[in-house]
Every structure is written in structure tokens, then in C-alpha cells.
């Protein structure tokens, strides 16, 4: 009877794991109430504020060749699995004119954690999208997801960084290929791919 009773408390707690863990926050968590920016549309300059409280720009951080908007959270395990390689491609991009600029749009990650996490893992400027306002307005939905915009603000590319989240079976680069197709003036093949991540958190 012991036994039955332990077999039973042990299938409702997995059960109550994986419903908080995997389907409330599909519950609970709001999607973009705009589809995703399409390539081709220029994104107007905006305004957010840095870990440290300071007012930054689109048009004050991006580089003389673009910038590249890369939605993070501190907290999201997909996000930890491409911390390295978004800080990769940051440096490369940096030396070509093309400045990546983060977003964190979680209304459920302090300042605090934002601010040290950022710190810890990122050589580029994070900035807080308080109200998802940005993210929003983007149509983005998850982390990470990227925004590649041209010198002029104009949408290159918009979706997911590469096809492994955990990096061990790289076979499609979708963010470097769209960069370097068009820093030399060639058609971008692929504009888009669906990103996979945790949702972003909105209010």
C-alpha cells in the first residue's frame, strides 16, 4: 500500500513539473500582438535605457554598416546555450561596422539580474525594453531572436541566429550568411527562420 501510495505522489509531482514548467507558461505567457517585422520595413529610431539607467539610440549605438538587435533574457536556458556564440559573432560583426545591441523585454528579471548578467556574459550594450513596448512592436517572441538591419535601418534579416540550440550540429548559420551576403552586395537568400527560446515575458 506504501508502495502504491509513493508510485502515486511520484507520477503527480512529475505531472505538476510538467505543467508548470512546459505548459503554463504557453498559458500564461502573452505572444506578440504584432506579426513579425517583415524584411524590407525600416525600423524607426527608438529609445531605451542601459543597465546602468542611461538613455541610448538606435541611431547612437548602431554601426556605420548596421546593427544586429538580439533579444535576451538572463534566465532562459536556450539563451545560456548561445551566450557564447552571440558574444562571437558580436566581435566579428563589431570589426565590419556592424554593432550588436541587446534587448531584454522580461518583465520578470530585475534590473539587478539584467544588469550582472549582462556584465558577466556580454561585451555590447544591453538595454530594457520596459512594457515589451519594442518587442512589441518588432513582433518578437522568444530568446533569442535577432533583427539585422542594414546601414539605413532597413530589415535584413529577423529570426534565428543559427539551427542548433545547443551548437553541436551547426549545419544552417542563418544570421552570418544574411551579414556577409549583404556587406558584399548579394541577394540575402534567407530572410527569415522561425527562432526557438523561452518566451519572452511580457506584462
Excluded at 192 to 202: D, E, F, H, P, Q
Aim: aromatic share 10%.
Amino acid at each position: 500500500m506504501k508502495k502504491l501510495s509513493f508510485l502515486a505522489a511520484a507520477f503527480f509531482a512529475i505531472a505538476a513539473f510538467i505543467f508548470f514548467n512546459y505548459i503554463s507558461p504557453n498559458l500564461f505567457n502573452k505572444p506578440s500582438p504584432n506579426a513579425a517585422l517583415a524584411a524590407g520595413s525600416t525600423v524607426e529610431n527608438f529609445k531605451l535605457v542601459d543597465t546602468n539607467g542611461a538613455e541610448k539610440s538606435l541611431n547612437d549605438l548602431k554601426g556605420k554598416n548596421g546593427a544586429i538587435l538580439v533579444f535576451v533574457s538572463a534566465q532562459c536556458p536556450v539563451v545560456k546555450g548561445y551566450n557564447e556564440r552571440i558574444s562571437e559573432f558580436a566581435a566579428d560583426f563589431a570589426a565590419k561596422g556592424i554593432n550588436v545591441i541587446g534587448i531584454n523585454s522580461n518583465h520578470t528579471e530585475s534590473l539587478e539580474w539584467v544588469k550582472s548578467h549582462a556584465a558577466e556574459k556580454y561585451k555590447f550594450p544591453v538595454l530594457i525594453d520596459k512594457g515589451n513596448v519594442l518587442a512589441d512592436k518588432l513582433g518578437a517572441n522568444v530568446t533569442p531572436e535577432v533583427y539585422y538591419l542594414n546601414e539605413n535601418k532597413v530589415l535584413v534579416y529577423q529570426g534565428a541566429i543559427d539551427n542548433s540550440r545547443g551548437g553541436d550540429s551547426i549545419t544552417e548559420n542563418y544570421l552570418r550568411d544574411a551579414v556577409e551576403a549583404n556587406l558584399s552586395g548579394k541577394p540575402v537568400a534567407k530572410k527569415t527562420a522561425k527562432a526557438i527560446g523561452c518566451s519572452i515575458k511580457r506584462v
